[in-house]
Every structure is written in structure tokens, then in C-alpha cells.
């Protein structure tokens, strides 16, 4: 139980440290899921944190398992922004599918 809560908020300190950099350097805004995906790898790289070695769950090796947690903890970001814009109605600025969608053009 508590291992599901590590990804979370794993994910939850990925999504808040992307943001603070991306609101300090504007120049990071257009790459936030690009660094999302690079920081959730390598916080879980860093940490060497491996879910299925914790359930005592048999992969090939365990840097498989650390990539495979890293992908989680990715994954969980996108639940983590989504729940934010839902909360602040603040949507994400066209780096994923969440952002502002354009109307459809009258062609005739």
C-alpha cells in the first residue's frame, strides 16, 4: 500500500518541481512534458526504486524494474496535472491534451 503511495507522490513532487522550473524559466514552457517524462525517469533512476522489488514481483533484471516504475511514476503525472486543472480550471498551455482547443473553421 504505502509503495503505490511513493509513485504517487513521486509523481505529485515531479508535476510540482517541473512547474516551479518551467514558471522561473520561460523558455521551459513549450518542453513541460518532455521534462516531466526526463524528471519522473530520473527521479526513480536517482532513487533506485524498483515497485516489483518491492512486491517481490520476478523481472529480467532490476534496472527493468526501475525503468518500469519510472514509466508509472510518468504516467501518474498526467493524473496529477489533470486533477489540478480540474481543481483551478487553469488548463495546460497546448503540451498536452489538456490545453486550450481551438473551435472548428467554416470552410465555405
Not at 73 to 91: P, Y
Amino acid at each position: 500500500m504505502y509503495d503505490f503511495a511513493v509513485v504517487a507522490l513521486l509523481a505529485l513532487a515531479v508535476v510540482k518541481v517541473v512547474d516551479f522550473l518551467t514558471d522561473s524559466v520561460g523558455q521551459l514552457q513549450r518542453m513541460r512534458s518532455v521534462l516531466m517524462f526526463l524528471a519522473g525517469l530520473g527521479a526513480v533512476w536517482a532513487l533506485d526504486y524498483s515497485l516489483f522489488d518491492r512486491f517481490d514481483i520476478t523481472v529480467r533484471s532490476h534496472a527493468s524494474g526501475v525503468w518500469i516504475t519510472g514509466f508509472m511514476v510518468c504516467g501518474a503525472t498526467v493524473a496529477w496535472r489533470a486533477m489540478f486543472a480540474w481543481l483551478t480550471h487553469d488548463r495546460a498551455e497546448g503540451d498536452e491534451t489538456l490545453g486550450a482547443h481551438t473551435g472548428l473553421r467554416r470552410a465555405a
